[in-house]
């Protein structure tokens, strides 16, 4: 168990919607990263907050936000879903904002979108 | 552009024989590099990292790494497998930027381990 937690687990959804899949960070950790798992892009890196600010962003797409709020849980908000935005969503979390230490991964939240 | 490649997709080894998993990155300043071990239905788990010194480092759970810097490569190795050894795992390597971070992963070795 590394301690990092995603609800929900798993997450069924049509098309058009809009979805908001949670993650609370290892405590003490002040960083957190969102990645997506697919089986043609593999693992991608989307979006990091360090205490509540957006430090980097990768690849994501403008329907794809984030926040981290002052408790230091984040929101990763899906919006206007396609059938390619279904895949595996990691959270991780560190205890800086540099990526020289350890980020420990939650056990992911399955999308599918129908 | 920064990229990580594992050339083998799928590998699968007898319990007990010698394991080596390949990774080559691209990447123009000093790479810090990193081994993940990922189980179905689990995140990932660090195995390993480099970051500078001793080009051979060692990790958890028996495995090993030798960063070699004119190959541009980074291969895990573990001198005899259990059948607990069979996961996902995925190199990746340390993008640093003006302003945070970002993990720059390799599209993953599925190992099988056969009894």
């Known amino acids: 168990d590394s301690g990092v937690t995603q609800t929900p687990k798993h997450l069924i959804t049509a098309t058009g919607q809009r979805v908001t899949l949670r993650c609370s960070p290892r405590?003490?950790?002040?960083?957190v990263y969102w990645y997506q798992q697919s089986l043609d892009q593999g693992l991608q890196f989307l979006i990091q907050?360090?205490?509540?600010?957006?430090?980097a962003k990768g690849n994501i797409l403008e329907r794809f936000s984030a926040q981290q709020f002052p408790d230091l849980h984040s929101e990763l908000n899906l919006s206007s879903l396609e059938l390619g935005d279904s895949a595996l969503y990691f959270c991780?979390?560190?205890?800086?904002?540099?990526?020289?230490?350890?980020?420990?991964f939650g056990p992911g939240t399955r999308l599918t979108v129908t | 552009a920064q990229s990580v490649t594992q050339p083998d997709i799928h590998i699968t080894v007898s319990e007990g024989a010698s394991l080596e998993l390949r990774c080559n990155y691209s990447?123009?300043?000093?790479?810090?590099l990193f081994w993940y071990v990922q189980s179905p239905g689990q995140g990932l788990q660090l195995l390993l990292k480099?970051?500078?010194?001793?080009?051979l480092v060692q990790g958890i759970k028996g495995f090993e790494a030798e960063f070699k810097r004119s190959q541009s490569s980074f291969n895990l190795r573990k001198p005899s497998v259990h059948w607990s050894d069979s996961a996902e795992y995925l190199c990746?390597?340390?993008?640093?930027?003006?302003?945070?971070?970002?993990?720059?992963f390799g599209k993953g070795t599925t190992l099988s381990v056969s009894s």
């Open positions: 991780a979390s560190s205890v800086s904002e540099s990526g020289l230490y350890e980020q420990y």
């Open positions: 405590s003490g950790d002040l960083s």
């Open positions: 907050y360090y205490n509540g600010e957006e430090r």
């Open positions: 990447y123009g300043a000093t790479p810090y």
């Open positions: 480099y970051f500078s010194g001793d080009t």
């Open positions: 990746a390597v340390v993008l640093l930027r003006e302003a945070g971070t970002a993990l720059i």
